[in-house]
């Protein structure tokens, strides 16, 4: 039980990283107008794609932890790692998009 746990915790942190990377997206948008340079838009960038790696670590450490449960709870899991890597890419390449979007307009 104590491996389920553990595993459930890594997808869940892996969760919040995937949905953290969509609440930065508008923020670092907003810190290319804080002074009179960028350098406050790449530390946005910067916390962005560190939260979106942070979750792939922990979504591996999450795949790579074995259960020796299986049944309904292990598929549910699976369900929510694989929505994970979901949320996960399309938050990489938002970020990727708003940014060559931002520096296409300049």
């Known amino acids: 039980m104590k491996f389920i746990k553990m595993k459930q915790f890594f997808v869940l942190l892996a969760?919040?990283?995937?949905i953290g990377v969509f609440l930065?997206?508008?923020p670092f948008q907003s810190m290319a107008y804080?002074?009179?340079d960028f350098t406050w838009y790449w530390i946005g960038v910067s916390f962005t794609y560190f939260l979106w790696l942070m979750g792939i670590v922990f979504l591996v450490v999450a795949i790579t932890r074995k259960a020796k449960v299986k049944g309904k709870l292990i598929f549910g899991l699976s369900?929510?790692?694989?929505?994970?890597?979901?949320?996960?890419?399309?938050?990489?390449?938002?970020?990727?998009?708003v940014i060559i979007a931002?520096?296409?307009?300049m």
């Open 15 to 18: 969760l919040l990283c995937a």
């Open 24 to 26: 930065m997206s508008g």
């Open 34 to 36: 804080w002074g009179n």
């Open 79 to 97: 369900m929510l790692g694989i929505a994970t890597l979901i949320l996960l890419i399309c938050g990489f390449l938002w970020t990727t998009f």
């Open 102 to 105: 931002g520096m296409s307009g």
